[in-house]
């Protein structure tokens, strides 16, 4: 499934910094376009129910949480799938959790 991310806040999509393909781009808040390739990202399941990795379609790249930071502010990028992944270790993987609002904490 491809989807959008769209901050209904901002009304912004997130986007990967001037349709780059590199490791380490960054993910960041721009200007919905129409269809713009580097705003699509492919949901694919991960092994924990409930989890996707968010694939970049224009790179192929999935996002993750720089250096598996848990800090607030941290640095989201893609990188490749295989580094996000982390090689099965659930405690810095890049994958993210969908949730509906109502379930979000600290917000």
């Known amino acids: 499934m491809e989807v959008r991310l769209f901050s209904r806040r901002s009304g912004k999509c997130v986007s990967i910094i001037d ?3 590199d490791d380490g781009a960054n993910a960041v808040q721009s200007v919905c376009g129409a ?3 580097n705003e699509i990202f492919k949901l694919e399941p991960a092994s924990e129910e409930g989890f996707y990795y968010l694939k970049a379609a224009h790179s ?3 996002l ?3 250096d598996a930071s848990t800090a607030d502010h941290a640095n989201v990028q893609q990188s490749a799938c295989a580094d996000a992944r982390r090689r099965g270790q659930p405690e810095v ?3 993210f959790r969908m949730c509906h609002q109502g379930e ?3 917000s």
Do not use: H, L, Q, W
Request: proline letters at 0%; a positive charge; hydrophobic letters at 30%.
């Open 19 to 21: 349709y780059s393909r």
């Open 35 to 37: 269809n713009f390739a």
């Open 60 to 62: 192929g790249k999935c």
């Open 64 to 66: 993750e949480v720089a």
């Open 93 to 95: 993987s890049g994958y």
């Open 104 to 106: 979000m904490t600290g």
